[in-house]
């Protein structure tokens, strides 16, 4: 079955984890309002991720700490699905301006959602139609491959992970590479460029790969890959060769580079998709690394003019 042919309710419901804020928002915008707000009745406010990583914020908040599990804060929600939070401090809320702080952030967290499902839904429609559309002159192509990469699809490669856990094989290694950046590339030098930094990752992640290993494009810019039965050190000296790969690569516009995350599936109780889901954090993590890195900004920021 192909991508396409999943109905449009149960892609919905799928694709809105794959989605992050970055994904759905300019955050500049989403301050520039933070920014009013606070401006008009002295509230500090801070949004994160659905992890709790800092995407903007209007007041200090170096010292605080996001809580997103025990302590939430106002949970922004898309689809059903939460994509980030809200914290603020009041304690510098202009005398008898407090309830006009609340209805008002109450106001703008509604509107950030309802601008996310008409984002999220309009992108996924989008992406639906071509799809269909694609199968439809084509017949079989995309039932397993993703049209642009070659890896694995996202439904397919889900297929492969149910057959996976049903095959109890343990241990497996479960990576996560995320391309940073890619938005950047998007930005500066188009469509095409950007896809095109998504087929040289994907080419990376092939080359690297072992002929056991699963590849799958299960996002945008996301892929998730599968070791099974790993040996020792294999799957971390695997992220290390294309994360060098990548930070080798020389080009006239595109850096390209990935966030990698590991961990792995030692019970065969345990789901891969909930293996995958540890890794990701495993990736942010790592993602923050990178971007703090002076010479990795340096490098992506050299063919820009």
């Given at each position: 079955?192909?991508y396409?042919?999943?109905?449009?309710?149960?892609?919905?419901?799928?694709?809105?984890?794959?989605?992050?804020?970055?994904?759905?928002?300019?955050?500049?915008?989403?301050?520039?309002?933070?920014?009013?707000l606070?401006?008009?009745?002295?509230?500090?406010?801070?949004?994160?991720?659905?992890h709790g990583?800092?995407?903007?914020?209007?007041?200090?908040?170096a010292?605080?700490?996001?809580?997103?599990?025990?302590?939430?804060?106002?949970?922004?929600?898309?689809a059903?699905?939460?994509v980030?939070?809200?914290?603020?401090?009041?304690?510098?809320?202009?005398?008898?301006?407090?309830?006009?702080?609340?209805?008002?952030?109450?106001?703008?967290?509604?509107?950030?959602?309802?601008?996310g499902?008409?984002?999220?839904w309009?992108?996924?429609?989008?992406?639906?139609?071509?799809?269909?559309?694609?199968?439809?002159?084509?017949?079989?192509?995309?039932e397993?491959?993703?049209?642009?990469?070659?890896?694995?699809?996202?439904?397919?490669?889900?297929?492969?992970?149910?057959?996976?856990?049903?095959?109890?094989?343990?241990?497996?290694?479960?990576?996560?590479?995320?391309?940073n950046?890619?938005?950047?590339?998007?930005?500066?030098?188009?469509?095409?460029?950007?896809?095109?930094?998504?087929?040289?990752?994907?080419?990376i992640?092939?080359?690297?790969?072992?002929?056991?290993y699963?590849?799958?494009?299960?996002d945008?810019?996301?892929?998730?890959?599968?070791?099974?039965?790993?040996?020792?050190?294999?799957a971390?000296?695997?992220?290390?060769r294309?994360?060098?790969?990548?930070?080798?690569?020389?080009?006239t516009?595109?850096?390209p580079?990935?966030?990698?995350?590991?961990?792995?599936?030692?019970n065969?109780?345990?789901?891969?998709?909930?293996?995958?889901?540890?890794?990701?954090?495993?990736?942010?993590?790592?993602?923050?690394?990178?971007?703090q890195?002076?010479t990795?900004?340096?490098?992506?920021?050299?063919?820009?003019?």
């Amino acid at each position: 079955m192909g991508y396409g042919a999943l109905p449009l309710e149960k892609r919905l419901k799928e694709n809105i984890r794959n989605y992050r804020l970055s994904n759905l928002y300019q955050v500049e915008t989403l301050k520039g309002q933070m920014r009013l707000l606070h401006e008009l009745t002295g509230i500090k406010i801070l949004l994160t991720d659905r992890h709790g990583e800092k995407m903007a914020a209007v007041g200090n908040f170096a010292d605080f700490t996001p809580e997103v599990v025990g302590e939430p804060g106002r949970k922004l929600r898309v689809a059903n699905r939460t994509v980030g939070h809200v914290y603020t401090r009041e304690e510098e809320v202009v005398a008898g301006k407090e309830r006009l702080a609340a209805d008002f952030l109450e106001q703008l967290v509604r509107m950030w959602e309802r601008l996310g499902e008409e984002v999220f839904w309009n992108r996924e429609s989008a992406v639906y139609i071509d799809e269909m559309e694609l199968e439809r002159k084509n017949g079989t192509v995309g039932e397993k491959e993703d049209v642009l990469t070659g890896l694995f699809n996202k439904t397919y490669f889900k297929e492969r992970m149910k057959a996976m856990d049903e095959s109890e094989i343990v241990p497996v290694a479960a990576v996560e590479a995320n391309i940073n950046d890619w938005k950047f590339a998007n930005d500066h030098f188009g469509d095409e460029e950007s896809d095109r930094l998504i087929r040289i990752v994907a080419q990376i992640l092939k080359e690297e790969a072992g002929e056991e290993y699963l590849l799958g494009r299960v996002d945008g810019d996301v892929f998730h890959i599968i070791i099974p039965a790993p040996e020792d050190g294999e799957a971390e000296d695997y992220m290390e060769r294309i994360q060098k790969r990548c930070n080798d690569y020389v080009d006239t516009k595109l850096t390209p580079s990935v966030a990698v995350g590991l961990m792995y599936k030692s019970n065969v109780e345990e789901k891969l998709e909930d293996v995958f889901a540890d890794a990701e954090y495993r990736m942010f993590e790592n993602k923050f690394e990178i971007k703090q890195d002076p010479t990795y900004q340096a490098r992506l920021h050299k063919n820009v003019k």
